[in-house]
């Protein structure tokens, strides 16, 4: 009976040779993972950089309050948001941008009309549809005072 008594060392080694490969995937796995995150990232960032809608400058409103795009980044975009705690600059990841309410301000100086220029509005429709109508009304009087008259 040749039992062989590996010594500390040697135990060490084969455990080594057998976990190695299982370390190696796992570190693969683990570096291809945050290689999908960052690129995925990049490719957003690019995505709402290149995206003429959107300009560093421009007015907009984030999640309900007024805001400047300050800086688009390829990993983050910084606003600047008007608050009543002051003015301040809000860094947003651009992978989050989808999912946030962002609203660009065309006019700031265009508004809704009032209920007043609404009934204005609506009071010259019909003063002018009632004018057209009176005038047609006139016509066919005309015509029928015209034709028993002969």
Sequence with gaps: MDAEIMSA????????????PFISALLLLVITLWFKDFATGIAKGLKF????????????????????IVKVGL??????????KGY???????ERIPTLKLEKVINKDLHLD????KAEKLQSLIDRTQDSQIGANKTAIEEIKNGANK
């Design 9 to 20: 060392s040697g135990v060490g080694l084969e455990i080594t040779n057998l976990l190695m």
């Design 75 to 84: 990993s983050e975009t910084v606003f600047g948001v008007y608050s009543d």
């Design 114 to 117: 009032t209920e007043a220029e």
């Design 49 to 68: 950089k290149m995206n003429k809608s959107f300009n560093e400058g421009d007015t907009v409103i984030l999640d309900g309050n007024d805001a400047l």
């Design 88 to 94: 301040t600059w809000r860094y947003v990841p651009n």
